[in-house]
């Protein structure tokens, strides 16, 4: 079912419910609806059940209410896909990356008052988005389910999700694991949900940049030296391996440092002594005197961490902000169809934090953000912090 929303019109869909129809192949966009955030359309899907069916409903630049449905899902996921491709006229995601974020106003698809579950081993996405999203989840029941998105990286050129509100949500687990969120870009207001069933105090919302640790075409990597990153100049040490890597450890000759100096910046190969075919550069975790511990990359089958043999040239460099990470907003008009140029003056995206308060456990504590690579807490995201 595909829907494209009339000019200055509200499009309703109502009452139904989508059953599985016994398809085998997994349709992402089983039901599609495109809309614009320009020219006065509005959408509703209300009072609606969506059946275990073999496909994910697609959302894109949709402004609307998705209200009173009952999700089922059976071995798909997500719930809801939604991204806003077409923002301001664009394509990719671009329009709504230069544009205000204008949290609080009616520019965002609300996914309010419904019930999400499953019957999966594991917690099931509630949500995916990428493209410039921009999306509210609020006064939802959700069992056993996480808030997910995609950033600028693994979807190509597309851009990565743009804001997204997250509040006064119930989400009930059965401790199948820790997650209520993951994120990996964009603006994200956490707050005022009751959280129980997620391993506890162990219970947490990610933010992360997997450009961090690994290469994405067209944008690179986040090594310190992408165009499309705002980065130090120059590199904070230059140096050799002097041993070969052991597991994520790399230990290097002549170093003095001082303990963990180097948490949160970037160390990058420059040789390739043994022509390894492991990734190049990755996220330092942590640091002794004259060693550097780094993230694990590798993401995808038969791919290797970042490794070095003896004699390797290698150098540290900082990451100021990687383009479109967690916490970051606007920034010039990115244009240039599949091969994209940064436009002049780039990176001048800006610091937007994340804020996350008074999301409460059964045990009466506060779920908050947890950083992973690329992230940085009390500049990109602020816990227990109303915005």
């Not at 391996?241 to 948490?263: H, I």
Request: include cysteine; proline fraction near 3%; charged fraction near 15%.
């Amino acid at each position: 079912l595909e829907v494209t929303l009339a000019a200055g019109r509200l499009t309703r869909i109502t009452g139904i419910e989508f059953q599985n129809g016994g398809r085998t192949s997994t349709q992402i966009g089983i039901l599609r609806v495109f809309g614009s955030n320009t020219n006065g359309s509005t959408f509703r899907w209300d009072h609606c059940k969506w059946t275990a069916l073999n496909g994910v409903p697609t959302f894109d630049t949709v402004i609307g209410v998705i209200d009173h449905n009952t999700f089922f899902l059976g071995t798909v996921g997500p719930a809801i896909e939604i991204s806003g491709t077409r923002w301001d006229g664009r394509d990719f995601g671009d329009g709504s990356w230069a544009a205000a974020t204008a949290y609080g106003s009616s520019q965002f698809l609300f996914i309010e008052d419904n019930v999400f579950t499953h019957n999966q081993t594991g917690l099931h996405g509630m949500t995916d988005a990428y493209a410039g999203a921009r999306f509210v989840v609020r006064h939802n029941s959700i069992f056993n389910g996480t808030m997910s998105n995609h950033g600028t990286e693994s979807t190509g050129r597309w851009r990565g999700c743009r804001a997204v509100e997250v509040y006064d949500n119930t989400f009930t687990g059965t401790n199948l694991n820790r997650f209520v969120g993951g994120f990996r870009s964009g603006g994200v207001l956490f707050h005022d949900n009751d959280i129980s069933g997620y391993w506890g105090d162990s219970a947490e919302f990610t933010l992360t940049n997997f450009r961090s640790f690994h290469d994405f075409q067209p944008w690179d990597g986040a090594d310190g030296t992408s165009v499309w990153d705002a980065n130090n100049p120059a590199a904070s040490f230059t140096g050799t391996a002097a041993a070969n890597s052991s597991g994520r450890t790399v230990t290097v000759s002549g170093a003095n440092w001082t303990s963990n100096q180097w948490a949160g910046y970037t160390i990058r190969r420059t040789t390739n002594v043994c022509n390894s075919s492991s990734l190049r550069f990755s996220w330092i975790l942590g640091n002794t005197s004259n060693t550097i511990t780094y993230y694990g990359g590798a993401i995808y089958p038969g791919e290797i961490n970042l490794n070095f043999c003896t004699g390797d040239s290698l150098e540290i460099r900082k990451v100021n902000h990687a383009l479109d990470q967690p916490g970051v907003a606007r920034g010039s008009l990115v244009t240039g169809g599949l091969n994209p140029t940064p436009p002049p003056g780039w990176n001048n995206q800006v610091i937007e934090p994340c804020y996350s308060w008074n999301n409460i456990n059964e045990f009466g504590h506060h779920v908050n953000f947890v950083t992973d690579t690329g992230v940085t807490a009390n500049v990109h995201y602020f816990n227990n912090t109303r915005m």
